[in-house]
T-cell receptor
């Protein structure tokens, strides 16, 4: 099993749709989780941290399910500008290294 | 705010040449990282550093060297460039358990 796994997509959704991505991780001792956004040929940028109780930032909601070892990202009311690749990031326990998923590609269609 | 600065942004090298990719951060972060990203692929960790004078190998260190003489700077050196090192290179810094901040990247082609 890969340390961090994501469905590569692409997820093609119409504007205004709600879309959700999951990311599974293999090490139950991982404690830090993040979602990053990466536009084509650009650097990854932090979208949001993922907290144990779940957290929301505008149209974006992140959840952590420790029992099943996955995190999720929900995007409501999708905009054309949300088209990007979304990277799941999990810490390597006992270190300051982070493991990046290969990303899920989202295309929001007009 | 400068954040993480990488230079150069683009470079073309001939096989066997050497070069240094520069990375500097002004956030006083202890932790710094070098990644490479091949087309359509995820980020792979090359080297990382937890503080000045301390470096360690990541997932794909072969063909690269690093140094960390100051908190701010973390250069990545390619000694004998090979076509397999054609990639986009990202430097990142991190403070404590906080998220990583990335530079704009260096696009390197080796012909």
């Amino acid at each position: 099993r890969k340390e961090v796994e994501q469905d590569p997509g692409p997820f093609n959704v119409p504007e205004g749709a709600t879309v959700a991505f999951n990311c599974t991780y293999s090490n139950s001792a991982s404690q830090s989780f993040f979602w990053y956004r990466q536009d084509c040929r650009k650097e990854p940028k932090l979208l949001m941290s993922v907290y144990s109780s779940g957290n929301e930032d505008g149209r974006f909601t992140a959840q952590l399910n420790r029992a099943s070892q996955y995190i999720s990202l929900l995007i409501r009311d999708s905009k054309l500008s949300d088209s990007a690749t979304y990277l799941c990031v999990v810490n390597f326990p006992g270190t300051y290294k982070y493991i990046f998923g290969t990303g899920t590609r989202l295309k929001v269609l007009a | 705010n400068a954040g993480v600065t990488q230079t150069p942004k683009f470079r073309i090298l001939k096989i066997g040449q050497s070069m240094t990719l520069q990375c500097t951060q002004d956030m006083n972060h202890n932790y710094m990282y070098w990644y490479r990203q091949d087309p359509g692929m995820g980020l792979k960790l090359i080297y990382y550093s937890v503080g000045a004078g301390i470096t360690d190998k990541g997932e794909v260190p072969n063909g690269y060297n690093v140094s960390r003489s100051t908190t701010e700077d973390f250069p990545l050196r390619l000694e004998l460039a090979a076509p397999s090192q054609t990639s986009v290179y990202f430097c990142a810094s991190q403070g404590g358990n906080q998220p990583q901040h990335f530079g704009d990247g260096t696009r390197l082609s080796i012909l």
